[in-house]
Every structure is written in C-alpha cells, then in structure tokens.
C-alpha cells in the first residue's frame, strides 16, 4: 500500500523535511484514492469500478457557477479594448496585499455566508492558495518547531501533513466521542493541555474546523464560547476553519466564531484566526484561492508577506472578484447549493439507514460521518482497516476509515456524497445495501 | 539563545585555556537554558508593537481589546513565533523605503513631472503591447467556456495535480528549450511547477537543507534570497564576496575559502545558490567557470541551485551558457543539480504566478511535487498560459522582440550615465544596469552610500537600488532598472543625477 520510492544511491545527501514520511501519503486515506485511479468507476465505460466517496469535492452547484460566466463573460476575459489597461496592470500586479477588489469581495462574501451576522474587514483578509497553504502558514506564524497545537479528533487527514511537515510542529489530539456525539468538551481540552505539558511540550494554539470535518456537523455556540474561554485561560492561539461554512445545509445553524467573539465585543479577538477558502463552498479547488482573516494585527502583516511564497494568480482575483461581488448571485448560489446539499444529504442518510447504517447527525459539509462499529469483527483499529479494505476491493467504494482522522472510536467512517451525480450516489448506496444483505446473511449462517 | 563565541576560541587554542573558558561558559550555557524553560509563558516578553499594517485596519476593535487586556492584569499578549517576530518587524530596507516613496510620489510626464521615477523594480514593461495584442486575438472567448470540454468550469474547477497540468508543463518545456538555446532540452516529467519563483526556491531549500545548514551564494545577490532561502527554512546564506577586479564573477578559491571557513565554525554547507543570468549585475557566467563550480560541488559533494529567472532577457553578445546544456556528459553526477526559472521575467507576467523548478534529482523531485500543494498555481492561469507558450511563432517573435527593445534602452541608459563620469559593470542581461557611483559618495562605506541614495531618491528624484540592499561588499554601486522606463524619461534620469553630482561636488 506505501508509495515505494527507490532511495537513489545519490551521494549527495537531502534534508530531513524531503525523507519524512509526514506527507502521509502512505495512509489509507490517501491508498483509497490510488485505488479508484486505477479502477474508477464511470456510469457507461466502467460500471463497476470504484466509486470515489473519499473526496470532499462539491459538484452539484457547477450549473450555477457556468451559467453566471456564461452571463458575464466579460468579467473573465480581457478581450474588450477597454479591459486591456487593466489587463497590463493585472499581469504585473504580484502586490501580496492582494488585489483591494477581491479582497472586498471575499470579504463580502463571508458575510454573506453568514446571513450578515458577523462583519469583515477587508483590510484583514490576507489571501493564500488555497486553505492547505492558509492553514501551513498560520502554524509557521503561531508555533516554532517542537511546538503543538491542540486538534479535536477526528480530524482531516491532511492536517498531518499541513500543519505539521515543513513546520515541525506536533499535533496533540482532543479526544471526542460518540457519547456525546464527537463535541469538545472543557475536559478533553484541558487533558489534552495537561498531555502536552507532561511531555513538555509547549501548546500554542487550539485549530477547530468548524463545521467539522469528517463529523460534518457544526459545532454548537456554547462549546464555541467554552473553547474561547479556554485558550484566553492558557493565553494560546485559537484557529478556526470554516472552509465548510457556506456548505451547512441550513443557514441559522452555523455559528461562526466570528460572531461568539462580536457578542463579547470583540474582548478576546487578538488571539482568533479564521481559515476559509473556496474550494469547498464555490467548489473551485483547481483555483486555488484560501483566505486567513485574522484579529490580530501582527498575524496579519506578518501573514501577509509570507504569503509571498502562496500568492494566488492576478488573473484569478480578477475573475472572481466580479462574481462574489455580485450580489444577486452570491446569495442566490449559496441558497440553491445549500439546498441541493440538503437534498443529497438526505438521499444518502435515507439509503444508508434501510440499509441498516446509522449515521452521525449532520447539518453540514459534502460528508456524513457512518457508524459501521456493528459490524467489526473486533473493536480495534485492525478491525476497522480489514472492514475498509473488503469495502474497497469488494463492495468497490472508497471511503475513509476514521482512523486516518485519528479517531479515537473504531468503525466509523466518512462518506463523501456532493462529488458525483445522482445516478452514482444510488449506484453506491445499491451497492451498500447489497453488502448490509450479504453480511447480515453472514451471521444468520453463522448463528445456525 | 546565542553560542558562546568564546569557546572557538578554545577549540584552536591552547589545552591550558580549555577548562578556564569553558566552563564559565558551560555555566552561562545552562543558566539561559534554565531560564528559558522556567520563564512563565504568561510574562513572556510583549510583542506589542504598533501595528505596521494598513492604517484602515477597523480602529474599534484594536482599541477595545487593548483597554480590556491592560484591566486584566496578569495575561499577556497572546504570543507569535520567533520565526514570525523577525518577519514581523518594520521593513527597513532601502529597497521597500524606495518602493514606497515612489507610490506616494510617482513621477507621471504630465501630472507629476516632479515625482520619483521608479529605477528600482526589476519588470519589464517594453514589450507589453505584444502580449495585450496576442491576448486580443486569442482570447476571444473567456477562459471558462460553457461549451464543455476541457475549457468548461468543471475541467478547470476541479482538483488538479497539484505540481502542475501536464499540459503546462510540455507547453513549458518547449518554451524554456526555446529561451535557453537549442543545445537544451527539458522534461516535463522532471518538473514541478510552483505559483512564483519565490517558493521554487523556498522548496528546493527545504528539501535540500536541515535548519542551521547553510548554501553559500556569490554577492551581490537578489536580495529576496534573504528571504526565500531563510525565513522559514533555518536555512543560513553565507555570502561568497565578489569583486569589480572579476567583473563580479564568481572564483573558485573564495568558494572553497567560504566553505572552509563554514566548516571550521561547524556549519554544513548544503549547496551554492547562483543566479546566472545574474541579479542585479546582468552578468553571465562564462562556460569555465561553471565547469568549475560543478566540479567543485562534487569535490564537496553538495548540491547546485541555479536561478536562471533571466535566461530569456540576455541582450548582449555573450553566450548564456544554461546549467542543463552541462549535464550531457555523462561523469556528472546530475542529482545535485537543480534549476529554477519562472515568467515573471522573461515574459512579464509577474502577477500570474508561474515557477518552475527543474530538478534530475528523482528524490528531490517527488518531495518538491508534494510540497508544492502549499503553492500551486491556479487552474484558469495554468490554461491560459499553455495556450500562449504553446504559440511557439508568438514566443519567439517576443523574446526576439524583447531583446532588442532592452538592448536599445540599456545602450541609451549605459551612454547617458557615461556622460555624467559614471561607469558600469559589464552586463549582458536582465533588465538593469549595475553603475559605480563610488565617485559620487561622501565618504566610501555603506553609510556614505547610503547618504547618496537619500540624495539620488529626495534630490534627483530617482529610485535606485544601494549595492548594500544586495549585499555588495564594496559600497557605491546601484542597481539601476530602466525597463520600466520610455526613452523619454531617460535624459530626465539622467538629469536628476547630474543635479545629484553637483550637490555632491559642490559639498566636497
């Protein structure tokens, strides 16, 4: 399953960052996805291929987003004569303030996203490629080397590597569970503090993402005040990504951090740093546009000329400041895509139960999070990788198995179900169903 | 926490000394080792300076969390890394003050003949009307067709590899053969694409040095190395001086004395960093020459980064002589070498974000593709530009076209300067010229040049670069840009030196 790299008998040696393995890439997680390359599954040349369930991609808004550029192509263009000045300007723009336009674009629209109940400043918007970089960046800005960050499990999988590669710095887990369904509670926060210390390690911050990610639930606001009033007791950092907040199904539901710390008027927000990008929302991962909105003055120049080594391409600030700026389309796109994800949401929780499955209850993101701890042979995380594995090579999907998110409960897992049509979604939960059947077969035969 | 600079004296001297220095130092070693780890993180030192950021920054909010901080007593200001501290600190470079006179006072011929004219930023605007007419007849149709394929938003939109389309990269493959000479070719497959030149370099250092190693680099150098190469990394720059006496080339035996030297202060030299053509002489580095330094590298067994940013802008007569046209022999050893070559320059699209690092190193290759996730470059941008670098007929027509229009304006700039008494390095490409204004300085040190600067940008209206911004070690020269200039302003420079000259004669 590891991604075998020949060692050269290079003379010359490399640095420590280029032989560690924390890129992660020999996870499952990521051995799931080398699988469906290999054997994709496609509706007519390869009907029974594996599905992708493990990509949190958003598909199901692109109508929205063609049909605007289809309408206002001039603003992704520079054919006109007029546009050709600023083309000139554009192409040799390479300001890491980044262009003002966008800026206020993006600003308006996560305010937007927020049903207007929380106000962002331009001026604090600093933009990065992506939220990889956005989140690698803030971790260089708040932690050195030998540092940590305190992350509530389960987590992305790609914080391994994001937050912890070039920077040397370590992720200690807050330990969540089902039995309060996965929220962080101030005992777990100060276990995890008090873990740190012991090993002498000092903490630095705590990075939630909120919704969450793979729980795709929202975290309620009176663990968001308790989570503040932690790290202002250990005067720590506190790091919110909220790459999924335009994804919750229901507007009302979400709680920014953004809007906890304008209740308490904005007492403890030096110390607050949020992550957004579009890659999930608008779902435009190729364009490579993250975003770090920090309080904090000196994160914020400092952010700001580090994100020399991330810039996002003049070119794509341009096109997009036009369509967030927009109005009519903003709020009409994050109406529909949030319904549609509703929709879809409840296609795959309705399949998956009369399956016999039980999900986490979730109101956000592209993911639901899927109890299969019924069906482990045994409760341990050798367990949970042997159900994975029969699920990928038999059953044909990919899906990711909670412990690549570090969680702390075998046999659960996240299902992707916004990056594939309709059609493949019923293919999958068919084929899940057909699996439930066969394994409940199983232990009939079993017990006779 | 600082090393006890004492002890090397030990370590050369005499054995009687060694327990008298060494272990009052040994003892002050772990006193600051027991303070720091007993200072409580509350009291830490305060960070709190007035912001250097934007002005516009939402006044209400900066001022209520100070007053409520300072009635709270006890918790301090919540604390940034020590990396992001020295990031963090107030540009004071000449470089950045320069930069920011000319935008607050920016000379226009006709509404503010009195501004400063901008000699310090190292683009290329003479050649821009070629590129708006290629995107006027190629462009018809936006980036993002809706006609499906792989122009609609659904090809581009979505996840793609992160060190680059193949497309580009093939596209990119063929232009940099074009730009570096016939005698080179590349593969894509041995290059990762990145959003700049800037994490090209940041990359490569990290996969090719530990913290507290070192990559020494001739002077003077482009002083954003200062920061590609060590902000984040821990990666040290150890200069290697050069001389006008060499026409600023770099030579063997300071390579070899700067290593040694590294060596005997216990610091691992990892590689040398080399610009070719150079920033901000323009000089070339003849073929012996780089022969030498590939031996030397394998002599040392350490690697070679070769920054090779301005191989399509070399306008003079002399050869650019690229590292990949060295490598065909075959008792090189290729895996220590590694270019960086980007389209800020050359194609003047700074802004589009467009690196390349091009590495024979198969290791090096597979962690720089992984890391590169951190700076990829944006979809729609990757599509654009593989269409203009796959229009081979327009890619030389200006490349040709630029070199000239620079060779005029470098001729002109070089004969104005001339007429004043000041002379200028060699220099066969890049966008500027590298002028000894020695004569001109108060006194000959880095403050006299310095003094001269102030004077060139308040009196003469002029932003140039000091010498001292790129690390040059014998004070006087400038870094003067004159692609973002017209013919028009150049006897206005030209003057505004010249009034310079006269304060500075008259005061002497």
């Known amino acids: 399953m590891a991604i075998e790299i020949e060692q050269q008998p290079s003379a010359v040696g490399l640095s420590k960052v280029a032989a560690s393995e924390t890129h992660g890439e020999d996870s499952p997680y990521f051995a799931g996805w080398k699988a469906y390359d290999e054997d994709p599954y496609d509706e007519h040349s390869n009907p029974s291929g594996v599905v992708q369930m493990g990509l949190a991609e958003n598909q199901v808004s692109f109508d929205l987003l063609e049909d605007y550029l289809e309408k206002n192509s001039e603003a992704s263009s520079w054919g006109s004569k007029e546009e050709v000045s600023s083309f000139r300007e554009n192409a040799l723009f390479q300001d890491y303030h980044g262009l003002q336009s966008f800026r206020k674009a993006m600003a308006s629209f996560m305010e937007k996203i927020r049903g207007g109940r929380a106000k962002f400043d331009p001026e604090r918007v600093v933009l990065t490629a992506g939220a990889t970089a956005a989140n690698e960046l803030l971790t260089f800005i708040l932690a050195d080397p030998g540092d940590a960050l305190l992350v509530p499990t389960p987590y992305y999988p790609g914080f391994d590597r994001d937050l912890r590669w070039r920077t040397g710095v370590k992720i200690v887990p807050i330990h969540c569970d089902s039995s309060n369904d996965f929220q962080i509670t101030p005992k777990a926060l100060e276990a995890a503090y008090n873990a740190a210390e012991a090993k002498n390690i000092k903490v630095r911050g705590v990075l939630i993402t909120n919704p969450s990610n793979p729980l795709g639930a929202t975290i309620q606001r009176a663990v968001l005040e308790e989570i503040l009033d932690f790290v202002t007791r250990k005067n720590i950092h506190l790091v919110s990504d909220e790459i999924y907040s335009g994804s919750v199904f229901s507007s009302s539901e979400f709680i920014s951090i953004a809007e906890v710390l304008a209740a308490q008027n904005y007492k403890k927000a030096e110390r607050v740093h949020i992550v957004y990008s579009l890659s999930k929302d608008l779902g435009l991962p190729g364009f490579r546009v993250g975003t770090i909105y920090s309080y904090n003055d000196k994160v914020v120049t400092t952010a700001r000329r580090m994100s020399s080594f991330t810039l996002i391409s003049s070119q794509t600030q341009h096109l997009l400041a036009a369509m967030l700026s927009d109005k009519k389309f903003t709020e009409n796109y994050i109406k529909t895509n949030r319904e549609r994800l509703r929709k879809r949401y409840e296609m795959i929780i309705e399949g998956l139960r009369s399956a016999g499955i039980e999900c986490l209850k979730g109101n956000a993101g592209l993911f639901c999070w899927m109890n299969l701890s019924p069906l482990l042979e045994k409760a341990t995380r050798e367990g949970e990788l042997a159900l994975w594995n029969s699920i990928l090579h038999e059953v044909k999907l990919n899906i990711s198995p909670g412990s690549s998110c570090h969680c702390s409960e075998p046999g659960w897992f996240r299902v992707c179900f916004a990056n594939m049509s309709e059609q493949t979604l019923e293919v999958a939960l068919k084929r899940i169903h057909n699996f439930m059947e066969q394994q409940r077969e199983l232990k009939e035969m079993m017990i006779t | ?508």
């Open chain 2, 1 to 508: 926490m600082r090393l006890i600079v004492p002890l090397q004296g030990v370590v050369q001297g005499r054995g009687g000394l060694i327990l008298g220095s060494l272990i009052p130092c040994a003892l002050f070693y772990f006193f600051q080792l027991y303070v720091k780890r007993h200072r409580s993180p509350k009291s830490g030192s305060n960070h709190i300076s007035p912001s250097q950021s934007s002005p516009n920054l939402a006044e209400l909010q900066r001022s209520s969390s100070r007053s409520n901080l300072s009635s709270r007593g006890s918790i301090g200001r919540v604390q940034v890394s020590s990396r992001a501290s020295s990031i963090a600190k107030p540009n004071d470079s000449p470089y950045y003050i320069g930069l920011d006179k000319v935008s607050e006072d920016a000379y226009d011929r006709f509404d503010n003949p009195d501004g400063v004219i901008q000699l310090g930023l190292s683009e290329n605007r003479l050649c821009f009307d070629l590129i708006e007419k290629w995107f006027s007849e190629n462009l018809k149709d936006s980036v993002i067709g809706s006609d499906g394929g792989d122009l609609s938003i659904s090809g581009i939109a979505a996840y793609q590899p992160l060190d680059g389309l193949m497309e580009l990269k093939v596209a990119m493959a063929g232009f940099m053969s074009q730009v570096m000479g016939p005698a080179v070719s590349f593969d894509p497959l041995q290059m990762v694409l990145t959003c700049g030149a800037t994490p090209a370099i940041e990359i490569l250092c990290f996969c090719l040095a530990d913290p507290g190693n070192a990559f020494l680099v001739p002077t003077p150098y482009y002083s954003g190395f200062d920061r590609d190469v060590r902000w984040r990394t821990g990666v040290e720059l150890i200069p290697v001086h050069c001389r006008n006496t060499d026409n600023f080339i770099i030579s063997i035996t300071s390579l070899d004395q700067a290593f040694n030297q590294a060596r005997k202060r216990g610091v691992k030299v990892r590689g040398i960093l080399l610009s070719n053509p150079g920033n901000p002489v323009g000089n070339l580095l003849p073929r012996e020459t780089l022969d030498d330094i590939l031996y030397f590298s394998q002599e040392k067994n350490i690697h070679i980064i070769l920054d090779e940013i301005y191989a399509g802008s070399v306008y003079g007569t002399e050869e650019h002589v690229s590292m990949a046209e060295l490598l065909d022999s075959d008792d090189i050893d290729k895996t220590r070498i590694h270019m960086v070559y980007g389209l800020s320059k050359d194609l003047a699209l700074p802004g589009f974000r467009v690196g390349v690092i091009y590495s024979f190193n198969d290791t090096v290759l597979v962690a720089a593709k992984r890391l590169a996730r951190f700076s990829s470059i944006s979809a729609p941008t990757q599509r654009l530009l593989t269409s203009m670098l796959s229009d081979t007929r327009f890619t030389l027509t200006y490349i040709n076209t630029s070199k000239k229009r620079i060779r005029k304006m470098h001729d002109l700039f070089v004969a104005g300067l001339k007429q004043l008494g000041i002379e200028c390095a060699t220099s066969s490409a890049g966008f500027y010229c590298w002028a000894n204004m020695s004569k001109l300085i108060p006194s000959y040190s880095e403050k006299g040049e310095l003094e001269l600067w102030e004077m060139l940008l308040n009196i003469g209206k002029i932003n140039v670069t000091p010498g001292s911004a790129f690390h040059c070690i014998e004070p006087g020269w400038f870094r003067c840009c004159f692609t973002t200039l017209s013919e028009e302003d150049i006897p206005i420079v030209i003057e505004g030196i010249r009034k310079v000259a006269e304060t500075c004669k008259s005061s002497s």
